[in-house]
């Protein structure tokens, strides 16, 4: 296992203060919704791109079984928990993890998911708020800056993977 004295300090201090800083931004635009709209809320009534205050109990895009069992709000947050270890452990143990992109990436995927895990823990559903309807009869899930993250972060790491399995042939 590698010691922090052996990491890059400032690449693992800029890893870390860019999870905080999606935990903070989501914490805090998820509390203005909560104080400011009441469940069900949307602004504007009608559009393409609103706010609207819903919760979801459930996992991604409402998701709430596996081969037809119900999974209860214990099992995301523990499901939740193993990948905040494993974020973690990705990055402080596996090297081409610590790539500045695949640290980004990390990052965005650290922060997204402590944000939607604090969530559960203390209100035990997630707050989502950004509705987005492009078009008549589609309307994506009603998601949160912590979901955002988490697709990024996906993202960028699949970037990586590529990237790496490349250098590798």
């Known amino acids: 296992m ?34 400011n709209m009441y469940l069900g809320q949307s ?11 819903v919760t979801n109990p459930y996992g991604v895009f409402g998701f709430s079984g596996f081969w037809g069992l119900y ?15 494993l974020i973690i452990g990705l990055y402080f143990n596996y090297p081409p993890m610590r790539s ?16 939607n895990l604090i969530d559960r823990i203390w209100l035990g559903a997630v707050t989502d708020f950004i509705d987005v309807r492009l078009w008549e009869g589609f309307r994506w899930p009603t998601f ?10 996906i993202f960028i790491l699949i970037v990586c993977l590529l990237i790496i399995a490349k250098d590798t042939q």
Request: proline share 3%.
């Open 2 to 35: 590698m010691t922090l004295s052996k990491l890059n300090r400032g690449q693992t201090l800029s890893f870390l203060l860019l999870a905080a800083g999606i935990l903070f931004a989501d914490q805090v635009t998820k509390a203005l919704i909560r104080a």
């Open 43 to 53: 602004i504007p009534p009608e559009g393409t791109f609103r706010l609207t205050y």
């Open 71 to 85: 999974l209860g709000p214990i099992s995301f947050i523990i499901g939740t928990g193993i990948v905040v270890i």
């Open 100 to 115: 500045k992109l695949a640290s980004i990436g990390l990052g965005f995927l650290l922060g997204g998911a402590m944000g």
């Open 144 to 153: 949160n800056i912590a979901d955002a993250s988490l697709t990024t972060g």
